[in-house]
């Protein structure tokens, strides 16, 4: 059983920062590639970050130079920071990692989502 706890969502003005974190636990063999993705409502989950098990990572045109994805790999854990939030970022972010269950077996797994609301 694995599961992806994700934390730091919350209310936050135009401008403004937060960092989100998502903990991977459980029977993991090891971890391939992590991301964020997010769904505003009434549109579709989007990308929004992804980093691979290197450290490479790729990031949505909407939030390139104003977010930043990272992974402490000893504690099976990804962050995103989030500045110069602005009002269209308002979505639910959901953690997700394609996870090694073992040596020849991966699967993809969410998180719960957590809510991120910028308003002034």
């Known amino acids: 059983q694995v599961q992806l706890v994700e934390s730091g969502g919350g209310l936050v003005q135009p401008g403004g920062s937060l960092r989100l974190s998502c903990a991977a636990s459980?029977?993991?063999?090891?971890?391939?590639?992590m991301g964020w993705y997010r769904q505003a409502p009434g549109k579709q989950r989007e990308l929004v970050a992804r980093?691979?098990?290197?450290?490479?990572?790729n990031y949505a045109d909407s939030v390139k130079g104003r977010f930043t994805i990272s992974r402490d790999n000893a504690k099976n854990t990804v962050y995103l920071q989030m500045n110069s939030l602005k009002p269209e970022d308002t979505a639910v972010y959901y953690c997700n990692g394609n996870i090694n269950l073992s040596s020849r077996w991966s699967y993809e797994y969410w998180g719960q989502g957590t809510q991120v609301t910028v308003s002034p």
């Open positions: 459980g029977t993991i063999f090891s971890i391939n590639a």
């Open positions: 980093i691979t098990s290197g450290g490479s990572s």
